[in-house]
């Protein structure tokens, strides 16, 4: 599967900025598609992710509320819609899969897209 991210940019806090990655190179129908995210010095943590045939999406407590997730099944993107940004959310936003139900580790997906930036101005 190759994973090719886009959007991110700069923003002021409470805005809003969506953030997407494009998916080819195989049939999702039982992946597990997901975003993470990486702060300077920080370790990359799981942000949302949601299995491709049903929907079913899962948030960290952080972004719940704010931040959805979707995709499209027809053009093979996935979405990640971010409102009511907050500075703590700046980071790097990797797009990622892995073949089976969601996960919440990193070691756990087995393809990555390159990251999108994304800055929140306070």
């Known amino acids: 599967v190759q994973l090719q991210a886009s959007g991110g940019g700069l923003v002021q806090a409470g805005g809003s900025l969506g953030v997407s990655c494009a998916a080819s190179?195989?049939?999702?129908?039982?992946?597990?598609m997901g975003w993470f995210r990486q702060a300077p010095g920080k370790e990359r943590e799981f942000v949302a992710a949601?299995?491709?045939?049903?929907?079913?999406?899962h948030y960290v407590d952080s972004v719940k509320g704010r931040f959805t997730i979707s995709r499209d099944i027809d053009k093979n993107i996935m979405y990640l819609q971010m409102n009511n940004l907050k500075p703590e959310d700046t980071a790097l936003y990797y797009c990622?899969?892995?073949?089976?139900?969601?996960?919440?580790?990193?070691?756990?997906?087995?393809?990555w897209g390159q990251g999108t930036l994304v800055t929140v101005s306070s």
């Open positions: 990622t899969a892995r073949r089976g139900p969601y996960s919440e580790h990193v070691s756990e997906y087995n393809y």
């Open positions: 190179g195989r049939t999702l129908s039982n992946y597990a």
């Open positions: 949601i299995h491709w045939s049903g929907g079913i999406a």
